[in-house]
């Protein structure tokens, strides 16, 4: 076990809608990530945050957003859905979101656009 | 921009045999270079990583060696067990404040029992 908490597992959701992802990281880590792996991009890193403020940004989609909280959570918008986001979601953590520290992953959100 | 390039995408080894994955990065800035593991409906693990004033590093059946100059690292397994079936993904990122780890595409391994 990473120590972050991914919910929920599992998301079936129709084009058009609006999904909310939501990611608790490691007991004192202040930097979350998110990552989008498909069966065709691999892992494609979408967003860093560090203690509330975004920090680095990847391929993310005006679609999507993302935000972190004052106690640590983050949460992963994703809006407009279309058949092509459906993926596995992962958040991932790490001390103080420094460029050589350990990043650890949840389990991720699977999920399903019909 | 920053990529990473992994091969072979699959590697199937008897058991008690090694396997090698190799990586190539284009980033010469780059100076952390992670390897994690993922195991149906998990997500990646850290098994070990190396940094970029180190050449080799060893962890019990694993090791991962670094040549700096040619932007290439490797991960070795020696003495594989079925458990090290998995996928496993090589990464890199360069220091500062802002983190953008770039994995390669995979390598599926497969250890025959």
């Known amino acids: 076990d990473s120590g972050v908490t991914q919910t929920p597992k599992h998301l079936i959701t129709a084009t058009g809608q609006r999904v909310t992802l939501r990611c608790s990281p490691r007991?004192?880590?202040?930097?979350v990530y998110w990552y989008q792996q498909s069966l065709d991009q691999g892992l494609q890193f979408l967003i860093q945050?560090?203690?509330?403020?975004?920090?680095a940004k990847g391929n993310i989609l005006e679609r999507f957003s993302a935000q972190q909280f004052p106690d640590l959570h983050s949460e992963l918008n994703l809006s407009s859905l279309e058949l092509g986001d459906s993926a596995l979601y992962f958040c991932?953590?790490?001390?103080?979101?420094?460029?050589?520290?350990?990043?650890?992953f949840g389990s991720g959100t699977q999920l399903s656009v019909l | 921009g920053e990529n990473v390039e992994q091969h072979p995408s699959t590697l199937s080894v008897q058991e008690g045999d090694s396997a090698v994955i190799k990586c190539t990065y284009s980033?010469?800035?780059?100076?952390?270079f992670p390897w994690y593991k993922q195991e149906l409906g998990k997500g990646p693990q850290l098994i070990i990583d190396i940094r970029s004033n180190v050449g080799e590093k060893k962890d019990q059946r694993i090791a991962v060696t670094l040549n700096k100059t040619a932007k290439h690292f490797s991960l070795h397994i020696t003495e594989t067990q079925p458990e090290d079936s998995a996928v496993y993904f090589c990464a890199a990122s360069r220091g500062g404040s802002s983190y953008k780890l770039i994995f390669g595409s995979g390598t599926r391994l497969l250890v025959r029992p």
């Open positions: 980033d010469s800035a780059s100076n952390y």
């Open positions: 991932a953590s790490s001390v103080s979101g420094q460029g050589s520290e350990k990043l650890f």
């Open positions: 007991s004192g880590d202040l930097s």
């Open positions: 945050y560090y203690n509330g403020e975004e920090r």
